[in-house]
């Protein structure tokens, strides 16, 4: 028997191939769940700077591999209220709110090349989120330009 409480960001006790159930858009809670439940291992990506801690406050984004693929692992990325739904392979996604290294994964994954835009120095990119994005999602673009804050969108209004 396997336990999920030995591994927080990875739990089941898959080593066979297994269809993949969709749980994108769903609580992490229940998504965990319900792969736990097909025997297929996960891995959590995203979570903010402080990481998941309240399982049921994040929703699953993404998942990789797609539902209806069969696999012996999916990897969950989750976010505290996902972009609208993301576009088709060739196509700008949602990636504002996202942290900068879940956005940058994706768009690699789609191959769509893209800039970060910021002052500073972007070191550890999981420190940063993504706050704008031009061109818009659902577009079809060579680049996307990337706006990021240190942490989280809110501004400084020093006025």
Request: glycine share 10%; net charge negative; aromatic share 6%.
């Amino acid at each position: 028997m396997c336990t999920a409480a030995l591994v927080p960001a990875a739990a089941g006790c898959g080593s066979a191939v297994k269809p993949v159930p969709d749980v994108s858009g769903k609580p992490l809670d229940v998504a965990e769940e319900t792969l736990a439940d097909a025997g297929l291992d996960y891995e959590v990506s995203g979570g903010g700077a402080l990481g998941v801690v309240v399982r049921s406050h994040w929703q699953v984004c993404l998942q990789h591999p797609a539902p209806g693929r069969r696999a012996i692992s999916v990897e969950l990325i989750v976010a505290r209220a996902c972009p609208k739904r993301f576009a088709a392979r060739g196509r700008v996604p949602a990636i504002v709110g996202l942290r900068l290294d879940v956005a940058e994964r994706e768009l690699v994954r789609r191959g769509v090349e893209y800039y970060v835009h910021r002052e500073d120095e972007v070191i550890i990119r999981a420190d940063w989120t993504v706050c704008g994005q031009y061109p818009d999602p659902g577009r079809r673009a060579d680049a996307v330009d990337l706006y990021v804050e240190h942490f989280s969108c809110e501004t400084d209004d020093d006025g």
